[in-house]
């Protein structure tokens, strides 16, 4: 049972715009703590896609963006690409005695 | 370019013990924070453990807490993982990660991993 909640699985068509959410509690996302996003593509280690709830490392397309309200956060994808098919993990940090860094539990995003 | 690459993983009976390394290069080790996370066959990610960039903080998962012990040797741009009393639910890809900052921000850098599997 993950800390930050997420659906397990997305579907889009290719071009079609996808949002993946992640929704936490007043100790981590509603106590003001940054939401960042990893890519994991098949077979390989996770990659940072976006960090401090909206920001997108250099060569992260545009297509990626996040955004953070309250206990949630989002990531939206537009002009979804085959190559977008990756597993998805949203994380932040968790103010409580029992927790420091804390992951959603990942959402699997299938191209049509 | 930063580099992490992760050695020490194999296959070790439960109860037993096993150290993790990781060498990183192509930045200033001692500026920031490292992370361990695994990764078990099939599921998503579990932090693990943290250590701030001096090593004067760690902090760790309740699954692994008075078990597993991160450590850094700043001199060597090092970063250890000692798991001892081993079980079979530790069995995962553990993966070396670089904080983007000193303390605690996010991760910027992985290494592709080092699988341990605990099996007797």
Redesign the interface.
């Given at each position: 049972q993950?800390v930050l909640t997420q659906p397990p699985s997305v579907t889009g068509a290719p071009g079609q715009r996808v949002t993946i959410s992640c929704t936490g509690s007043s100790s981590n996302i509603g106590a003001n703590y940054?939401v960042?996003w990893?890519q994991?593509l098949p077979g390989t280690?996770?990659?940072?896609l976006i960090?401090?709830n909206r920001n997108r490392?250099s060569g992260v397309p545009d297509r990626f963006s996040g955004s953070k309200s309250g206990t949630s956060a989002s990531l939206a994808i537009t002009g979804l690409q085959a190559e977008d098919e990756a597993?998805y993990?949203c994380?932040s940090?968790d103010g409580s005695l029992?927790g420091?860094?804390?992951?959603?539990?990942?959402t699997k995003l299938t191209v049509l | 370019q930063v580099q992490l690459v992760e050695s020490g993983g194999g296959v070790v009976q439960p109860g037993r013990s096993l150290r993790l390394s990781c060498a990183a290069s192509g930045s200033i080790f001692s500026s920031h924070g490292m992370h361990w996370v695994r990764q078990a066959p099939g599921k998503g990610l579990e932090w693990v453990a943290a250590i701030w960039y001096d090593g004067s903080n760690k902090y760790y998962a309740d699954s692994v807490k008075g078990r597993f012990t991160i450590s850094r040797d700043n001199s060597k741009n090092t970063l250890y993982l000692q798991m001892n009393s081993l079980r079979a639910e530790d069995t995962a890809v553990y993966y070396c990660a670089r904080d983007g900052g000193m303390v605690a921000t996010y991760i910027d850098y992985w290494g592709q991993g080092t699988l341990v599997t605990v099996s007797s």
């Open positions: 993950s940054d960042h990893y994991q280690a996770p990659k940072l960090y401090g490392p597993d993990y994380q940090y029992s420091y860094v804390v992951f959603g539990g990942g | -």
